[in-house]
């Protein structure tokens, strides 16, 4: 399902009622209020002192009230145009939510964390489309960030951008390099994992000067299995020791902080720049565990 296009749907529907009701509808109703009123005024003159309203200003009032109501089906299109309109700019254009569906990037991110995801640190993009329109800052290495899977752009997908267009990017025997240069790991205390029930290696990584936390068991074999058929999939070399590849220009490489139970571009290869969605920041709930809370790395 197309939220964004669904959204951009009652958007345009309820703006067209929106603008209906102002130039058509509204000043229709005044004049049959104005009407209702001045025909009121003119029975009260007819029936004399004598059987006049009690209370003629509170009828007026109640008459033109009614003449002004909206119609049922204007009540609601045109007026949840507003509301719809703000939540389809700022979804579109500041911030959007999303829910962590699997555990690819645990310990970062855990199964039912929501987040939300920053959509002009990138540069703007156009809703439906996703064509940049503001060019905003370069992806970084260590970004954790979301895109639509290039194997079907229905589905969104979170990951850590490891490899930049003509990074060369190394994972050898379960060791990350970059460049040449190894990824420095700093072992830290068993992660608990709550979704497998049972204790996991815990890593500090080191990206750039930028630090988080990964899961690598040692024992796990290094080698890809599965790996699939994508575009610029001559640009990795896959051996018994892992996968060595050079990112292609406009493209990026994502793993996730699990790394070995995790299907990321080891797998299904790179992410296109016309792909990525916005860069994820916060977690502003997660109900098994109000201590997520908060921003992350």
């Known amino acids: 399902m197309n939220f964004a296009l669904i959204l951009f749907v009652l958007v345009v529907l309820t703006g067209i009622a929106w603008v209906a009701d102002k130039l058509f509808f509204v000043p229709r109703r005044r004049l049959a209020a104005d009407a209702a009123v001045a025909e009121f005024d003119r029975q009260q003159e007819r029936v004399g002192e004598r059987f006049a309203d009690e209370n003629p200003a509170q009828t007026r009032a109640k008459l033109r009230d009614e003449k002004l109501r909206q119609p049922w089906w204007l009540e609601y299109t045109a007026s949840f145009f507003p509301v719809i309109l703000v939540v389809f700019v700022v979804r579109s254009f500041v911030v959007e939510p999303f829910k962590i569906p699997s555990g690819s990037m645990v310990p970062t991110l855990l199964v039912g964390d929501f987040i939300l995801v920053n959509k002009f640190d990138y540069g703007l993009r156009l809703p439906i489309t996703n064509t940049k329109v503001t060019s905003g800052r370069p992806l970084q290495r260590g970004d954790v960030v979301v895109f639509r899977y290039p194997k079907d752009e229905s589905v969104d997908y979170i990951k850590r951008v490891i490899g930049l267009p003509g990074d060369v990017v190394s994972y050898q025997d379960k060791k990350l390099t970059i460049n040449g240069k190894a990824v420095p790991e700093t072992p830290l205390p068993d992660f608990f994992d709550e979704e497998r029930i049972g204790y996991a290696k815990q890593f500090e990584e080191d990206i750039n000067g930028r630090k988080n936390r990964i899961l690598n068991n040692p024992a796990v074999p290094p080698f890809i299995v599965g790996a699939e058929d994508y575009p610029y999939r001559n640009n990795c070399n896959y051996n018994d020791r892992g996968v060595i590849c050079t990112v292609p220009p406009g493209n990026y490489f994502m793993m996730g902080d699990n790394r ?24 502003w709930m997660n109900f098994s565990n109000l201590k997520r809370i908060g921003s992350f790395e």
């Open 260 to 283: 070995d139970n995790s299907a990321d571009s080891r797998y299904w290869g790179f992410v296109p720049d016309a792909n990525i969605v916005g860069r994820a920041f916060f977690i």
